[in-house]
């Protein structure tokens, strides 16, 4: 089976970096994409950041200028450099991997990672 898992989480002052990184392991032929989403105390999960097999990248308007998503295909790895942190960042973290496929049995998994934590004190 596929299974994320998310590092780089922690604890980090107002106008702070942190990188986080997520690996994917299994029996996987290709991820089409990769993308972080983030759920602070009482809100919704949300969208920060998603990334496509050519490079291809979004991001929430909140983190637009201040977070970088990168990938590592042939390491099945998503990056999420986070700059400038804020005190609103704070949240859980977690990686995506949509439209994974998948050999013996060939078919397409969407997995989640565990998630990991980050907060910023101002």
């Known amino acids: 089976q596929v299974q994320l898992v998310e590092s780089g989480g922690g604890l980090v002052q107002a106008g702070g970096s942190l990188t986080l990184s997520c690996v994917a392991s299994g029996n996987i032929l290709s991820i089409n994409v990769l993308g972080w989403y983030r759920q602070a105390p009482g809100k919704e999960r949300e969208l920060v950041a998603a990334?496509?097999?050519?490079?291809?990248?979004n991001y929430a308007a909140s983190v637009k200028g201040r977070f970088t998503i990168s990938r590592d295909n042939a390491k099945n790895t998503v990056y999420l450099q986070m700059n400038s942190l804020k005190p609103e960042d704070t949240a859980v973290y977690y990686c995506n991997a949509d439209r994974i496929l998948t050999y013996n049995p060939r078919r397409y998994l969407e997995v989640w990672g565990q998630g990991i934590r980050v907060t910023v004190s101002s």
């Open positions: 990334i496509t097999t050519d490079s291809s990248a």
